[in-house]
């Protein structure tokens, strides 16, 4: 019995980590495919012209873009709050 627990006791967290990871690498892989299809050159930067088409994005353009390049990079884009989806 005390068995049972100890192993129950360790696999739920476990079990909680790894579907947290897979939910985190889902988010991930829909974040850069957004930030793909605004980065409409390829250039591997979002110009404030390609963010116009994203009016969050727009509205946030200087706060996203931390090192005032005027270009909002992919660790930019990535780095910003969660709850800023730009969707």
């Known amino acids: 019995m ?3 627990m100890f192993l129950l006791m360790v696999a739920v967290p ?3 980590s790894v579907a947290l990871a897979d ?3 889902e988010e991930t892989e829909r974040t850069q495919a957004k930030f793909q299809a605004l980065d409409r050159n ?3 930067r979002i ?3 390609e963010a116009s088409s994203n ?3 727009a509205n946030r353009f200087a706060a996203v873009d931390a090192n005032a390049d005027g270009y909002v990079s992919a660790e930019e ?3 910003r709050p969660s709850e800023e989806r730009f969707e």
Do not use: E, G, I, P
């Open 2 to 4: 005390k068995t049972r």
């Open 14 to 16: 476990f079990l909680a």
């Open 23 to 25: 939910d985190v690498a």
């Open 42 to 44: 390829s250039d591997q």
């Open 47 to 49: 110009s404030k012209d």
């Open 55 to 57: 009016r969050d994005l």
């Open 77 to 79: 884009y990535l780095a």
